[in-house]
């Protein structure tokens, strides 16, 4: 026998109260832990996928959309901006380098990239099987595209038009597999990258097919990408590229660039870091709200643990001054009274994580973006030892008030009042 | 054995208990009579260290009870004072087998399952040692609450008005067994009742009359 046994033979003695106040408990830590987790990993991967670009410069539209076209590749592009004027813009003495992007089409739901080799050296890419693409039409895939498409090396196939499913196949001309990277963790593992002149070459295929009808062409030469490794492809005046990310030389582009482009050009410039930003505002607004309404069930788990504390020690009165009568000190039923309440959170606490972290598993498993956005239920977030520390706490708290009762029984009294 | 000198409870201006001397040497019982209201509970109470008395001095033995710090008391009374209350209080969340050793717990005794048995089984209770408390009859429950406070050997008895809620066979036996194990542990055994029916039982009666 010692405290702990006593306070949880109390306990045992009345399941479904207990039971009651467990769940309540692990509900609310459960939903915090959920929004922690989601939260978390969503601003860590978005920060991680960010990292590099200070300058996205596009079309002109929302610059929301662009930053998330154009960095994450979760919506559509706004639109295209001329190669010349992008080749403008790399001369600029602010601008310490810069990648085109060609986007447009997809495989499979899975987007192709028109881009350089810098793009990959960005997120540190590395080759796990084969090489980087260096002539047209060859293509070097993301880890997650090879897994779920079960591609491999010498693969052929053609591009969609848009972004999803069920665009219209480019079925003229195909790309051929010519490189799988390592799992990077960035948005390279769901890409699939090739020379921007590769994506011209299918669109302008198709035009040239249908306004030159009968002309002959070699579609078994292969041309070797003017720009593969870093730098704009040649190209002519009416070629369009999507999007540049820019790097500054010196922090004087920040100040300088963006207001540049955007009032003196036909382009837009948006800054990752704070679209971003706004966009967690956004949400913030939602998850705050869920985050208070999880707090507000943790408080009233809190005071369905003091209500019940509370009316126990009433019938309790007199098992609490047999304890004392049989030799326990008044500290003693005081910590034996919080144990009960630590128990319960503690109890409560260890369920809402298994709770959580399988309900922001099966939700992760469930949503097929969520490998994309990189969220899984099986890591562990350092704050949620604080939130299991918070809910500690209210136990604590919440037993305070009874184990001080407990703790000033006047055992005389209570023994003569039979 | 117990010595109680100018002892004294209440207010200046109403005295619920006086006792001048009262003096129980080891081995003796003592019946403590008087109508309710006389104060037999509150002796019992002081001489079991559960409440100061205004005025006054208690010696258990050598020790002078009240001349020790509250958490002593509790200890000191674990140890050597078995307390019996007019009803069964048991816990009821525990085994009647849990109670006993959550009492050897509370106290400060080594926990010894075996001397738990072997205090139920003097008290033919042996076989309930695995059930809960709420499946014990009235008189089964008093006689845990006796087990209880024997377990601990302990040099005094003091028993509020044990019989109260038993019926005649009962009520003779409980003092008898109560006298027995005394005798047994050489403990001094001091009974507080208002039942008529076992007031001759001890030779040493303490009166009370309400002041």
């Known amino acids: 026998m010692n405290l702990f046994k006593l306070s949880w033979n109390y306990l045992k003695d009345k399941p479904l109260n207990t039971m009651l106040n467990i769940l309540l408990m692990s509900l609310g830590i459960a939903i915090i832990l959920v929004l922690i987790l989601l939260s978390t990993q969503l601003e860590e991967n978005l920060g991680k996928n960010k990292r ?7 079309a002109k539209g929302s610059p929301l959309q662009l930053i ?28 310490k380098s810069a990648i085109p992007l060609a986007l447009g089409d997809s495989y499979r739901g899975f987007r192709i990239v028109g881009t350089n080799h810098d793009y990959i050296n960005l997120y540190q890419g590395e080759v796990a099987d084969g090489v980087l693409w260096s002539y047209n039409l060859e293509a070097t895939i993301g880890s997650n595209v090879a897994k779920r498409l079960g591609m491999k090396i010498g693969d052929e196939f053609f591009g969609s038009h848009g972004m999803s499913d069920a665009g219209m196949d480019h079925d003229e001309k195909s790309y051929v597999v010519v490189g799988i990277l ?12 090739t020379n921007i002149e590769s994506v011209w070459a299918v ?18 030469e292969k041309e070797l990408g003017s720009a593969y490794q870093t730098g704009l492809p040649d190209g002519d005046s009416d070629d369009e590229i999507t999007s540049l990310l820019i790097q500054y030389r010196s922090p004087m582009g920040a100040v300088q660039m963006p207001r540049m482009i955007n009032s003196n050009t036909n382009m837009q410039a948006a800054s990752p870091a704070f679209e971003t930003q706004r966009l967690f505002s956004l949400l913030g607004i939602g998850v705050n709200l869920l985050r208070s309404f999880a707090y507000i069930i943790i408080i009233i ?57 399988g309900l922001t598993e099966a939700l992760a498993s469930s949503y097929e973006k969520s490998e994309e956005v990189g969220v899984t239920g099986l890591v562990f977030v350092n704050q949620e030892i604080y939130v299991l520390l918070i809910a500690i706490g209210v136990g604590i708290f919440a037993s305070l008030i009874p184990a001080f009762n407990a703790y000033k029984t006047d055992i005389s009294k209570v023994l003569a009042d039979d | 054995m117990i010595s109680v000198d100018n002892l004294s409870f209440g207010y200046s201006d109403h005295k619920i208990l006086s006792i001048p001397h009262l003096e129980v040497q080891e081995g ?38 009240y001349a020790l710090s509250n958490q002593q008391i509790d200890k000191y009374r674990g140890q050597n004072i078995g307390l019996i209350f007019q009803k069964p209080h048991l816990i009821s969340a525990l085994s009647v087998e849990d109670n006993l050793v959550l009492a050897q717990y509370l106290s400060g005794a080594a926990q010894d399952k075996g001397r738990a048995i072997e205090v139920l089984e003097e008290l033919n209770l042996g076989h309930k040692a695995k059930s809960k408390v709420k499946a014990l009859s009235q008189g089964e429950q008093q006689r845990v609450t006796i087990a209880r406070a024997l377990l601990n050997r302990p040099r005094i008895i003091l028993a509020d008005e044990p019989t109260a809620s038993l019926d005649d066979a009962n009520a003779h036996k409980v003092i008898q067994l109560l006298k027995s194990q005394a005798e047994k542990y050489k403990a001094s055994l001091m009974i507080a009742t208002h039942d008529q029916r076992v007031k ?5 009666h303490l009166n009370l009359t309400a002041a």
């Open chain 1, 52 to 58: 590099g670009i200070d300058l996205v410069v596009g």
């Open chain 1, 182 to 193: 390592e799992p990077s963790g960035s948005v390279l593992d769901n890409l699939v990258m």
């Open chain 1, 203 to 220: 669109h302008d295929h198709e035009e040239e097919h249908e306004h030159e009808e009968g002309e002959a062409h070699d579609h078994d």
């Open chain 1, 301 to 357: 788990s809190g005071l369905s643990i003091f209500i019940s504390l509370y009316n126990a020690l009433k019938d309790r009165k007199y098992d609490l001054a047999i304890m004392r009568s049989l030799g326990a000190s008044r500290a003693k039923l005081f910590v034996h009274v919080v144990l009960e309440g630590v128990i319960i959170t503690v109890l409560g606490g260890l369920l809402g994580f298994v709770l959580g972290h």
């Open chain 2, 28 to 65: 003796q019982h003592l019946m403590v009579l008087g109508s309710s209201g006389s104060g037999k509970t509150t002796l019992l109470h002081i001489l079991g260290g559960l409440l100061a008395p205004t005025e006054g001095k208690i010696t258990i033995g050598k020790t002078d009870l």
């Open chain 2, 200 to 204: 001759d039982e001890f030779d040493l």
């Open chain 1, 68 to 95: 998330l076209a154009n960095v994450y590749h979760i919506d559509f592009p706004t639109g295209n901006i001329k190669l010349d004027e992008a080749k403008g813009l790399m001369r600029n003495r602010l601008v």
